[in-house]
């Protein structure tokens, strides 16, 4: 279930610790993690009612080459916190919880990360891992996150990564509509994407000629080449792909249509790319990303906090969502 959780009582903070256990377990993740990750859960929960009254949150099973983790996120439109380095000090907490702090989520969990401003409240990402070496990490750092329609417990979104030494792909897509049958068209496309294992033009274009006739999806393609940072583009239908870099943001043209209709291939590009460029791919289930939507240091932040921030902020609510953020670290190897 990839869904928003609201968090307006106190009786949402064991809901959250009981479905975080449930995630973790099919992980197989330590009997000590587990009871590590309730306290972060009740910390960080307690943190939204005292401070914003209200909020919400996203527990995510993530599985991606050579990782296998859960994702925790919380979110509020609350006052921010104004002492950060205060409320990292053991023992500043929220009235009702362990009387831990940010300091013991931070601690507790395998990644943290937090922005919180006057404006913008407060997001807050954690991990735990069961497993986190994924290929060219040294490159590349990217996170992905999903959330179905409010009305529904699956999502129609869906995202592919694949890493090999010479290459990053991400594919992102979305099933036409949403629920189970969004779901099912989302994962037959994933399962032909997986198949080709071609670049992305020969991609969207194989995947258009299978799936004639089917529910059927849109589509956008990314491979990053890692010996020299070129990346090669295709997307048929209206998956976002953006390119924020020294000179702002490069929004990428896409070729209206969908994966299922009558046979075709995807708008098609090739572009250059420097370290420090973030690239966002997202469905239409956020709104469309301007400026106004970075908040002031936003970028700054872990592309898993990126991503959490935008799929609060932009989300749509009327539909299911996703967003794959992607931060290049390094100088190209040679």
Not at 68 to 97: A, C, N, W, Y
Not at 241 to 261: E, N, P, Q, S, Y
Request: include cysteine; charge should be negative; hydrophobic fraction near 45%.
């Amino acid at each position: 279930m990839k869904k928003w959780i609201e968090i307006d009582d106190r009786s949402a903070i064991a809901a959250l610790r009981r479905l975080a256990r449930r995630y973790a377990t099919s992980i197989d993740l330590p009997e000590r993690r587990l009871e590590e990750m309730a306290i972060v859960v009740t910390e960080a929960a307690t943190n939204v009612l005292r401070y914003a009254e209200r909020g919400r949150a996203l527990i995510e099973v993530i599985h991606a080459p050579g990782v296998e983790k859960i994702v925790l996120v919380f979110t509020d439109h609350g006052p921010g916190i104004g002492d950060m380095d205060r409320m990292f000090q053991d023992g500043e907490s929220s009235s009702g919880s362990a009387g831990l702090g940010l300091s013991a989520i931070r601690r507790l969990s395998d990644t943290f990360d937090i922005f919180s401003s006057a404006a913008d409240g407060t997001t807050i990402v954690c991990t735990f891992d069961r497993q986190n070496s994924p290929p060219n990490a040294a490159v590349l750092d990217i996170e992905g996150l999903r959330v179905c329609h409010p009305a529904e417990s699956v999502c129609g979104d869906d995202w592919m990564l694949r890493q090999t030494p010479e290459a990053t792909d991400v594919l992102v897509c979305d099933g036409l509509g949403h629920g189970s049958r969004a779901a099912e068209a989302a994962a037959e496309l994933i399962q032909g994407a997986t198949n080709h294992a071609a670049d992305p033009a020969a991609t969207i274009t194989a995947l258009s000629a299978d799936l004639v006739g089917h529910r059927g999806a849109v589509a956008a393609m990314i491979r990053i080449h890692m010996a020299d940072l070129t990346m090669a583009y295709s997307a048929l239908g209206n998956i976002a792909t953006l390119c924020i870099g020294a000179t702002g943001i490069r929004r990428l043209a896409v070729r209206d249509g969908r994966i299922g209709g009558q046979a075709t291939h995807g708008f098609e590009d090739t572009i250059q790319l420097a370290p420090g460029d973030i690239l966002i791919l997202h469905s239409d289930g956020l709104k469309t990303l301007r400026d106004k939507n970075f908040a002031p240091g936003l970028l700054g932040r872990s592309p898993l906090l990126i991503a959490a921030f935008l799929l609060d902020r932009a989300f749509r609510g009327r539909d299911d969502a996703s967003i794959v953020v992607a931060r290049l670290k390094a100088e190209p190897r040679s």
